[in-house]
């Protein structure tokens, strides 16, 4: 079994930055690809980013050149730094991470950005 605590979300003005941690605990051996996505309301949820386990990442494109997606494989713990945050950024941002072929989430953390 596999946890994942997500924090660092927020309320924030357009144009601010904030980073968002997720840390993962449980019984495993390696984490596989870890990710974050994002689920606006009426929305799909939907991927942010994502890094696999070398360091390779991938982005959605509405947020590339924003957010930076890291990870720290000793702490098992994956960062999405984000910038120049827009209103239509606002959404509950969950933290995901495979391990073998399994996939878990972590419970949301709230990302509000105003106008």
């Known amino acids: 079994q596999v946890q994942l605590v997500e924090s660092g979300g927020g309320l924030v003005q357009a144009g601010g930055s904030l980073r968002l941690s997720c840390a993962a605990s449980g019984n495993f051996f390696r984490l596989n690809a870890m990710g974050w996505y994002r689920q606006a309301p009426g929305n799909q949820r939907e991927l942010v980013a994502d890094i696999t386990s070398g360091g390779s990442t991938n982005y959605a494109d509405s947020v590339k050149g924003r957010f930076t997606i890291s990870r720290d494989n000793a702490k098992n713990t994956v960062y999405l730094q984000m910038n120049s945050l827009k209103p239509e950024d606002t959404a509950v941002y969950y933290c995901?991470?495979?391990?073998?072929?399994?996939?878990?989430w972590g419970q949301g953390t709230q990302v509000t950005v105003s106008s």
């Open positions: 995901h991470a495979k391990v073998s072929l399994r996939g878990y």
